[in-house]
């Protein structure tokens, strides 16, 4: 099974601050990473997908780069609606897997 | 506009039984394929199983295969999670997701999710 690691586990930023998160496969997936927001008592919402790709309707703050074990999800400009978790999810190939997840708060 | 709607959720003892279902609209159901995710309280998402648009092929985890059946009715517009043999590792919010494209393992819609307990 690939491994999908994100680092960091949490973070705490200011709104109108730049944050990285970064997720690890452990083993070359290309570019078949994707990038999911979720905040508490919601379902998940596709934010990039093939790692670099923008799903219609997110704000372009959003942006992704990387491909085959390294990637990064960096949102240029902290609003107050994007504290939330962030998962990663390799889709790869079967077993899919998902990164544990980073928890973003306000300072 | 596309929208999923699960249902089925709810408490049962472990060794029980339940199944789930996921009322699809807005989309052609049969181009798509479709997937299972759980996430147990406080914990992070889990890939549960997936079935090819066709219904031809279906994947599942190693945590479920065996116990857990995933079908679709096509004349339904309904996606199904048949589980047997509940755990109380099997707690979770179960959402239904769709693909973005023809089988690429993108979640782009998903249902608001609905909770199955398995307790004494």
């Known amino acids: 099974d690939i491994q999908m690691t994100q680092s960091p586990s949490s973070l705490s930023a200011s709104v109108g601050d730049k944050v990285t998160i970064t997720c690890r496969a452990s083993?070359?997936?290309?570019?078949?990473l994707n990038w999911y927001q979720q905040k508490p008592g919601k379902a998940p919402k596709l934010l990039i997908y093939g790692a670099s790709s923008l799903q219609s309707g997110v704000p372009s703050r959003f942006s992704g780069s990387g491909s085959g074990t390294d990637f990064t999800l960096t949102v240029s400009s902290l609003q107050p609606e994007d504290f939330a978790s962030y998962y990663c999810?390799?889709?790869?190939?079967?077993?899919?897997?998902f990164g544990q997840g980073t928890r973003l708060d306000i300072k | 506009q596309v929208q999923l709607v699960e249902s089925g959720g709810g408490v049962v003892q472990p060794g029980g039984s339940l199944r789930l279902s996921c009322t699809v609209s807005?989309?052609?159901?049969?181009?798509?394929?479709m997937h299972w995710v759980r996430q147990a309280p406080g914990k992070g998402l889990e890939w549960v199983s997936s079935i090819q648009h066709d219904g031809l092929y279906q994947w599942y985890s190693k945590s479920v295969k065996g116990r857990f059946t995933i079908s679709r009715a096509v004349s339904r517009n309904t996606l199904y999670l048949d589980m047997n043999t509940l755990r109380p590792e099997d707690t979770a919010v179960y959402y239904c997701?769709?693909?973005?494209?023809?089988?690429?393992?993108?979640?782009?819609?998903w249902g608001q999710g609905t909770l199955v307990t398995v307790s004494p």
């Open positions: 997701a769709k693909d973005r494209e023809y089988n690429r393992r993108i979640f782009d819609y």
């Open positions: 999810q390799q889709s790869y190939t079967t077993p899919i897997t």
């Open positions: 083993q070359s997936i290309s570019t078949s």
């Open positions: 807005g989309f052609t159901f049969t181009n798509l394929g």
